[in-house]
């Protein structure tokens, strides 16, 4: 029988477990969604579970993501539950190395980075490196790895938009190998444990010194010779960002963040495409809707993407927004309590030095707010109006994605409030670009009509064995 442990004084219920230490770690980590659906029959929107050692208060329901999203600084901190995983890879000095105050300001800096101006830079850049990319696909029908070849798509496409050429030229040698090197420290087991004696660690911590050196060599180059017309946001950063003190970003610092962004972009945005493909391959008559789409907005489908026409592809922006509230990428929204935190609206108190997270993908993918929750359909955001959306005050409406900013909406693929994401309109140019190219030239089929399982495992939500197949579209 599980071991029936009692919650502390006022704790929300405890799920049993077998194991001292370990707790419900094994069948949540087997399929997490089935996990935290199950035990909310069972207990409601609140429960506490064991995972190895750590007690995680779960928060259900669209009051439990606001909880934690809008949780105030004085009770839980996102850097006391992210620094063991995020630092030996980003560095110190920025995100959850330092004071959120400090984090806020940084924020501010790349949001800045990513303004329009850039971003209508990035799309022809996005284009030709999809196009490049894709002429390797040179049969009249094969079999792919889909996210094997969006990882490989998304890492050279935030190198050239986010770093500059000097880096997305190196990316086909010296610079993917520090890259894989650095990413294989990015485990959900440096999450649980600190700073473990692992081989990969110890790549890890090499390939980060060497990728830092990298980025500050190339910024000292760039003011050696005097070179200032890039569009990246490494350069933007370098010139242009102050902190309230009135003081400039270090090299360090710079560099710190760049790796940061792209460590934050890669896995995010490399599988929110794999499954947006996968969805597709799914319902292949959505290839010629989209391909509809262009012709109806574009004129043709020849026609060179640009930031104003990607943002009236409303069929290409609808299914990424359905991809993202099937598939979020991130399951487990964290933060470590620091001071004891009543739940609103019950008796339950959540105790210092616990964990509390919520779950949005939970409520996105709940019969109680969509219809056929399960179902992949795009066209259900069909009248969705942004104008009419709640939002942050400072959110930038860049007039893509950003669903709504309240903590409350049932979907928050990108989070909310404080910790909110800042990569999101890149993401969507980034995901809609490399969509709208692709969809020219290939129609997809699932191989032996398998649509993938979800992968667990690892930091994001993965498909497992992503392959397909691809016919050319002139053939
Ligand atoms: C934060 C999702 C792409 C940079 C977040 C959070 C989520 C998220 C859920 C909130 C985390 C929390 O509250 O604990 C996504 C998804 C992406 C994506 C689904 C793509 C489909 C990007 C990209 C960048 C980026 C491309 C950088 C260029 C960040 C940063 C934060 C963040 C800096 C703030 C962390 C904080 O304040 O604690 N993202 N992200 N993300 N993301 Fe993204």
């Given at each position: 029988?599980a071991?029936y442990?009692?919650?502390r004084q006022?704790e929300?219920p405890?799920?049993?477990?077998?194991i001292?230490f370990?707790?419900?770690?094994?069948?949540?980590?087997?399929?997490?969604i089935k996990?935290y659906?199950?035990?909310?029959?069972?207990?409601?929107?609140y429960?506490?579970y064991?995972?190895?050692g750590?007690?995680m208060v779960?928060?259900?329901g669209?009051e439990?993501?606001?909880?934690?999203?809008n949780?105030k600084?004085?009770d839980?901190?996102?850097?006391?539950a992210y620094?063991?995983?995020?630092?030996?890879?980003f560095g110190k000095?920025v995100v959850?190395d330092?004071?959120n105050?400090?984090?806020?300001?940084q924020?501010?800096?790349?949001?800045a980075g990513?303004s329009?101006?850039?971003?209508r830079?990035?799309i022809?850049m996005?284009?030709?490196e999809?196009?490049?990319y894709l002429?390797r696909w040179?049969k009249?029908s094969?079999?792919?790895?889909?996210?094997?070849?969006?990882a490989e798509l998304?890492?050279?496409?935030a190198s050239?938009?986010?770093?500059?050429?000097?880096?997305?030229?190196?990316?086909?040698?010296s610079?993917a190998?520090i890259?894989?090197?650095?990413?294989?420290?990015f485990?959900?087991?440096?999450?649980l444990?600190d700073?473990?004696?692992l081989?990969s660690n110890?790549?890890?911590d090499?390939?980060h010194v060497?990728?830092?050196?990298?980025?500050?060599?190339i910024?000292?180059?760039?003011?050696?010779t005097g070179k200032?017309d890039s569009t990246d946001v490494?350069?933007?950063?370098?010139?242009?960002?102050q902190y309230k003190?009135?003081?400039s970003l270090t090299?360090?610092?710079v560099?710190?963040?760049?790796?940061?962004?792209?460590?934050a972009?890669?896995?995010?945005?490399?599988?929110?495409?794999a499954?947006?493909?996968?969805?597709?391959?799914?319902?292949?008559e959505?290839?010629?809707k989209l391909?509809?789409?262009?012709i109806e907005?574009?004129g043709?489908l020849?026609?060179p993407?640009?930031y104003d026409?990607?943002?009236?592809l409303?069929l290409h922006d609808?299914?990424?927004r359905?991809t993202l509230?099937l598939r979020p990428?991130?399951?487990?929204i964290i933060r470590?309590?620091v001071?004891?935190?009543?739940?609103?609206g019950?008796?339950?108190?959540?105790p210092?030095?616990?964990?509390?997270q919520?779950i949005?993908a939970?409520t996105?993918r709940s019969d109680e707010?969509?219809?056929?929750a399960?179902e992949f359909?795009?066209?259900r955001?069909?009248?969705?109006?942004l104008?009419n959306?709640?939002?942050d005050?400072d959110l930038?409406?860049?007039?893509?994605?950003?669903?709504s900013?309240?903590?409350?909406?049932?979907?928050l693929p990108?989070?909310?409030?404080?910790?909110r994401c800042?990569?999101?309109?890149?993401a969507?140019?980034?995901?809609k670009?490399?969509?709208?190219t692709f969809?020219?030239?290939?129609?997809?089929e699932?191989?032996?009509?398998?649509?993938p399982?979800?992968?667990?495992?690892t930091?994001?939500?993965?498909?497992?064995?992503?392959?397909?197949k691809y016919?050319?579209?002139?053939?």
């Amino acid at each position: 029988k599980a071991m029936y442990v009692s919650p502390r004084q006022n704790e929300p219920p405890l799920v049993p477990y077998w194991i001292p230490f370990i707790g419900s770690a094994i069948t949540m980590g087997i399929d997490p969604i089935k996990f935290y659906r199950d035990r909310q029959k069972e207990y409601g929107n609140y429960y506490t579970y064991i995972l190895f050692g750590r007690r995680m208060v779960t928060c259900l329901g669209a009051e439990g993501n606001n909880l934690v999203f809008n949780a105030k600084l004085a009770d839980a901190s996102a850097e006391e539950a992210y620094r063991s995983l995020t630092v030996p890879v980003f560095g110190k000095g920025v995100v959850y190395d330092v004071h959120n105050s400090v984090l806020m300001e940084q924020k501010k800096f790349v949001k800045a980075g990513l303004s329009v101006e850039n971003l209508r830079a990035y799309i022809p850049m996005i284009e030709m490196e999809t196009k490049n990319y894709l002429s390797r696909w040179n049969k009249k029908s094969d079999v792919q790895d889909i996210h094997k070849a969006m990882a490989e798509l998304i890492i050279l496409t935030a190198s050239r938009c986010l770093l500059g050429e000097e880096v997305r030229s190196k990316m086909d040698e010296s610079f993917a190998q520090i890259f894989h090197d650095l990413d294989g420290g990015f485990k959900p087991i440096n999450f649980l444990f600190d700073d473990l004696p692992l081989p990969s660690n110890r790549l890890r911590d090499k390939a980060h010194v060497k990728m830092r050196h990298f980025f500050i060599d190339i910024m000292k180059h760039r003011r050696d010779t005097g070179k200032v017309d890039s569009t990246d946001v490494m350069q933007y950063l370098a010139t242009n960002c102050q902190y309230k003190s009135g003081r400039s970003l270090t090299d360090m610092e710079v560099a710190h963040i760049m790796i940061a962004m792209l460590m934050a972009g890669q896995h995010t945005s490399s599988t929110t495409s794999a499954w947006a493909f996968l969805y597709l391959a799914l319902n292949p008559e959505l290839f010629d809707k989209l391909r509809q789409e262009q012709i109806e907005i574009l004129g043709s489908l020849d026609a060179p993407l640009t930031y104003d026409s990607l943002k009236q592809l409303t069929l290409h922006d609808n299914i990424v927004r359905e991809t993202l509230r099937l598939r979020p990428p991130i399951l487990h929204i964290i933060r470590k309590v620091v001071r004891d935190m009543t739940i609103p609206g019950t008796t339950y108190v959540i105790p210092k030095d616990a964990y509390v997270q919520c779950i949005p993908a939970i409520t996105a993918r709940s019969d109680e707010f969509f219809e056929n929750a399960e179902e992949f359909n795009p066209y259900r955001w069909k009248d969705y109006d942004l104008q009419n959306k709640e939002r942050d005050d400072d959110l930038v409406d860049y007039g893509f994605g950003a669903l709504s900013a309240s903590a409350r909406s049932p979907v928050l693929p990108f989070g909310a409030g404080r910790h909110r994401c800042i990569g999101e309109p890149f993401a969507y140019v980034q995901i809609k670009t490399i969509l709208a190219t692709f969809v020219r030239t290939f129609n997809l089929e699932l191989h032996n009509n398998k649509f993938p399982e979800c992968d667990f495992t690892t930091m994001m939500v993965q498909p497992k064995q992503p392959m397909v197949k691809y016919t050319r579209v002139d053939c």
